[in-house]
Antibody, heavy 120, light 109 residues
Framework: EVQLVESGGGLVEPGGSLRLSCAAS????????MTWVRQAPGKGLEWVGL??????????DYAAPVKGRFTISRDDSENTVYLQMNSLKIEDTAVYYC???????????WGQGTLVTVSS | QAVVTQEPSLSVSPGGTVTLTCGSS?????????PYWFQQKPGQAPRTLIY???NKHSWTPARFSGSLLGGKAALTLSGAQPEDEADYYC?????????FGGGTKLTVL
């Protein structure tokens, strides 16, 4: 059974930093592209960013609102993807989900989400 | 930046058929946008129903299908069930960056 488990959420002040983790099990993690998606309270889904597999250079892409502030990385030896969030703003408050895009044996899965609250 | 548009709300009768659409302000949606469809019920994480326009995952009920229709991506639900009442989101790829639509609240009544 494939599982994605996010952790690292919490309360942080504006301008602060936080690192989220997404631990994967039940799939060949090295073959999986990974994305982060967020959802502000009562709002819709927002694509945050993507990291491709190491064989594709581990290329990353980011949504405009987070580019330059957020960084996605992966540790295939730990089956984990990270979201480093710097210079946090109040509008970054959301539940953050990790997800495996595409199809095949690694695609289509979501974690349960972790809540990030940016407030003074 | 493009805007992805969805119907804010739709309703369908139990057993009926409904089509949700996903458009792009940048022009026609094509298979090159790799359209995805997701279902989200209150208090739950989203679930992927469709990827790459038409493809289903092993858990996707057969009554859901994806297509391109009139320059938009479309999700058709044939034979709606009460448990299909949920929010539905589409996602389009723009040269590597994704963009979600605002979501469609589907009511089954």
């Amino acid at each position: 059974e494939v599982q994605l488990v996010e952790s690292g959420g919490g309360l942080v002040e504006p301008g602060g930093s936080l690192r989220l983790s997404c631990a994967a099990s039940g799939l060949t993690f090295g073959d999986a592209w990974m994305t982060w998606v967020r959802q502000a309270p009562g709002k819709g889904l927002e694509w945050v960013g993507l990291i491709k597999t190491k064989t594709l250079g581990g290329t990353t892409d980011y949504a405009a609102p987070v580019k330059g502030r957020f960084t996605i990385s992966r540790d295939d030896s730990e089956n984990t993807v990270y979201l480093q969030m710097n210079s946090l703003k109040i509008e970054d408050t959301a539940v953050y989900y990790c997800r495996t895009p595409r199809g095949g044996p690694t695609g289509g899965y979501w974690g349960q989400g972790t809540l990030v609250t940016v407030s003074s | 930046q493009a805007v992805v548009t969805q119907e804010p709300s739709l309703s369908v009768s139990p057993g009926g058929t409904v089509t949700l659409t996903c458009g792009s302000s940048a022009g026609a949606v094509t298979s090159g946008h790799w359209p995805y469809w997701f279902q989200q019920k209150p208090g739950q994480a989203p679930r992927t129903l469709i990827y790459d326009t038409i493809n289903k995952h092993s858990w996707t009920p057969a009554r859901f299908s994806g297509s391109l229709l009139g320059g938009k991506a479309a999700l058709t639900l044939s034979g709606a069930q009460p448990e299909d009442e949920a929010d539905y989101y589409c996602l389009l790829d723009y040269s590597g960056a994704g963009l979600f639509g605002g979501g469609t609240k589907l009511t089954v009544l």
